[in-house]
């Protein structure tokens, strides 16, 4: 099948599409070369390395699901 077909396809396609949620999938994909708003910014990756380092060194505590669950139900704090 050549571009030209599929095209012509996918244009018969959308025309039939209804579906919001299935029109906004596709053009997401289509605009995947796009930067999207949900991408991080430099100084937002920094802060997110910075937490990450502080999990892995000790410095800030990691609590599980589990225990935060189990926190929640008998009103415990951390």
Same mark, same amino acid.
């Given at each position: 099948m050549?571009? $030209?077909? +599929? =095209?012509?396809?996918? #244009? #018969? $396609?959308? =025309?039939?599409?209804?579906?919001?949620?299935?029109l906004?999938?596709? /053009? %997401? +994909? +289509?605009?995947?070369?796009?930067?999207?708003?949900?991408?991080?910014?430099?100084?937002?990756?920094?802060?997110?390395?910075?937490? =990450?380092?502080?999990?892995?060194?000790?410095?800030?505590?990691?609590?599980s699901?589990?225990?935060?669950? =189990? %926190?929640?139900r008998t009103? /415990?704090?951390a």
């Amino acid at each position: 099948m050549t571009a $030209l077909h +599929l =095209r012509t396809e996918i #244009q #018969q $396609l959308l =025309r039939k599409e209804k579906n919001i949620t299935v029109l906004e999938a596709i /053009r %997401m +994909l +289509l605009r995947r070369e796009e930067p999207q708003e949900d991408d991080l910014t430099d100084e937002e990756v920094a802060e997110l390395d910075a937490q =990450r380092a502080d999990r892995i060194s000790g410095k800030v505590k990691f609590i599980s699901e589990e225990e935060s669950i =189990r %926190m929640i139900r008998t009103g /415990r704090k951390a």
